[in-house]
């Protein structure tokens, strides 16, 4: 496939999800792992273009994360589950819970590959249009990273795009410094919790109105609540 995109894989066997990062990434895919539910969770999970799911891990289950993402984070990314049990009741709790795809282990990468493709051009045909987030007056353009309020185009740089978007998506949770830090400034290494506060207050003010549906909360960190 002529684009590059992104995919998460998520199962607590190390070595498997070497082989599927070794492979995948020799199909020009981007590839990060991680080793569990709860890692997986720690990731900006909006911003990969599909995720494979191992069902059955230590602690969170592939079906109660891909469930907290489609329900909690309210999150269309396509989802792959991987699992070793295919009885038909597994199958079908995987689909209710908002599996694209489900394949069993063993599996050959050939068919992995198979699988990913298909899945993402029929994404590619049911996503044609623009992502746009409405929240009364203002708009936000995922595809285009535009904010714009009454029809106006409102100015922000990339971190506070990515901060308010992260903020609404989680809808009324909060968000520690940390977390957003570890979230939106992932491939910095000079960052303090401040530079959150910083982009907080620089929103605040560009948006008017809206900027309070921008809540803190001493100890909590920050949400968006409209």
């Not at 792992?33 to 069902?55: C, H, I, R, T, W």
């Not at 993402?69 to 079908?92: G, Q, Y």
């Not at 207050?201 to 560009?206: F, G, I, P, Q, T």
Request: charged share 30%.
């Amino acid at each position: 496939m002529s684009d590059r995109y992104k995919i998460l894989v998520v199962d607590d066997e190390k070595d498997l999800c070497e082989i599927i990062q070794f492979n995948l990434e020799s199909e020009g895919f981007e590839i990060e792992l991680a080793y569990s539910g709860e890692e997986a969770l720690n990731k900006p999970l909006e911003q990969f273009d599909m995720l494979l799911l191992d069902v059955m891990m230590g602690g969170m289950s592939g079906f109660k994360l891909a469930d907290k993402i489609r329900k909690e984070l309210v999150l269309s990314v396509p989802i792959i589950f991987l699992t070793a049990r295919e009885t038909e009741n597994d199958m079908l709790t995987g689909f209710n819970v908002g599996a694209d795809d489900y394949l069993s282990k063993p599996f050959s990468i050939k068919e992995l590959v198979a699988r990913i493709k298909a899945v993402l051009r029929r994404g590619r045909k049911v996503e044609s249009k623009p992502k746009v987030v409405t929240i009364d007056g203002m708009e936000l353009d995922l595809d285009r990273k535009l904010l714009t309020i009454d029809y106006e185009p409102i100015l922000l740089t990339r971190k506070e795009f990515e901060i308010l978007y992260l903020l609404i998506s989680h809808n009324g949770k909060y968000l520690g410094r940390q977390e957003i830090l570890d979230r939106i400034w992932r491939e910095d290494v000079i960052v303090t919790e401040r530079n959150v506060d910083v982009n907080i207050a620089r929103l605040r003010k560009k948006i008017g109105v809206y900027g309070n549906y921008l809540k803190g909360r001493s100890g909590y960190g920050y949400c968006f609540e409209s």
